[in-house]
């Protein structure tokens, strides 16, 4: 490679690099007990605790589950029901003021079995909270998230002039190998390159499922108003009936899962709400195999008369960000990839860490050889080669 090709790529990968830095590192701290949020909420107590009863106890009424919770908040919009997906025993209930409402929600927690409220945690408190929204949206909700879908953007350059330079960098030097007759910082320079050419893959796959994952709310409004609002114009969209009118929930959840008898429950998007139609209940049903169960496909039933408008199979961009979500987490594989996808994590912040620390330390001279970058050269490689 000429040199005037390693300085272009150099100069790419080191702004691209310092810009998005301090904010993956930010986000690898918080993902990290992310991963194990269900264990910290068993830990800390602020996981759900239902009664032991039989796998075959038979399940609360919907429509009762959907009252009980607005006994609870009188007044407030039902917006979304849903279920854990290891521990099906009960049921989030959402509501909120208004169904324009896309951050702050009330929570009733139902059980599943009995339609007994069960006692909710403050889901808007506690460490959890706290790294939750530091890591999705920095406390800034949409241009938050966008912010850091930019940052995910720029990791993603940053990998990639990372491994273009990296070729160059080790041609007179074995795999893995790390000098440690030359200087402290040589040495972090072969260890920053070493573990950042490991985590290779792992940084890219999250990098990218983060971004989508950032698209969230873009998507799902494209997907409402480019190909489900053309579906049922002319079935009398408008502003959503009250919800007082609504038909049986139950029954509406029995027809769709009766059409579709592959497929199971997933959960529920009422009216007027995002992820929803303006008038049907919008009832998500996921496959039940490990990978189809990470797509969800949408059956509409009106909620005035009952009747399905049958099931809307979601754009491809949809099914990207469905199964984005869990694989950036790495929380679909049970404890031992939870444990993987923390080890890289870790791997990733000393990549980062390293970057950071080996270009506050860089030489004054930059000069370039051709074909492989030279001691004093190799500083505008040193950040984001994760």
């Not at 209930?93 to 169904?99: D, H, M, N």
Request: aromatic share 10%; hydrophobic share 45%.
């Amino acid at each position: 490679m000429k040199s005037q090709t390693i300085r272009a790529w150099s100069w790419v990968h080191k702004w691209s690099s310092l810009v998005c830095t301090v904010f993956m590192l930010l986000l690898c701290l918080t993902g990290l007990p992310l991963i194990f949020h269900h264990e910290i909420e068993h830990f800390s107590d602020d996981a759900i605790i239902t009664e032991a009863m039989p796998e075959d106890t038979p399940r609360h009424n919907l429509d009762a589950v959907v009252a009980r919770a607005r006994e609870q908040f009188p007044g407030k919009y039902v917006m979304y029901m849903s279920q854990e997906e290891d521990d099906k025993t009960f049921w989030y209930v959402s509501l909120a003021s208004r169904l324009s409402e896309r951050e702050v929600f009330d929570f009733a927690i139902i059980d599943a079995r009995t339609g007994a409220a069960l006692k909710a945690p403050d889901f808007y408190a506690g460490f959890m909270y706290w790294m939750t929204r530091l890591h999705v949206d920095l406390f800034m909700g949409l241009p938050g998230m966008l912010f850091l879908g930019f940052m995910g953007l720029l990791l993603v350059v940053s990998i990639v002039s990372g491994v273009v330079l990296y070729a160059p960098f080790m041609q007179k030097l074995v795999y893995g190998q790390v000098r440690k007759d030359k200087s402290q910082r040589v040495r972090w320079l072969d260890l920053h390159n070493l573990l950042g050419i490991t985590t290779l893959a792992w940084a890219l796959v999250v990098g990218l499922t983060g971004v989508i994952n950032t698209l969230e709310e873009p998507i799902v409004n494209h997907w409402r108003e480019h190909h489900l609002q053309p579906l049922l114009d002319g079935s009398g969209q408008g502003e959503p009936p009250p919800q007082e009118s609504f038909v049986s929930l139950d029954a509406a959840v029995r027809q769709a899962e009766a059409a579709h008898p592959d497929m199971t429950l997933g959960f529920i998007a009422f009216p007027g709400v995002l992820g929803g139609a303006q008038q049907h209940y919008t009832i998500y049903l996921q496959g039940r195999t490990p990978l189809t169960s990470k797509v969800y496909n949408p059956v509409l039933v009106d909620v005035r008369t009952g009747e399905s408008a049958g099931m809307i199979p979601q754009p491809w961009y949809v099914q990207a960000l469905h199964l984005s979500q869990p694989l950036h987490f790495g929380d679909y594989g049970g404890m031992p990839m939870k444990i993987l996808w923390a080890l890289l994590d870790l791997l990733t912040i000393v990549v980062l860490g390293s970057g950071l620390y080996l270009w506050l330390r860089k030489p004054g001279s930059s000069t370039v050889s051709a074909g492989r970058p030279v001691e004093s050269a190799s500083s505008s490689q040193q950040v984001g080669n994760a």
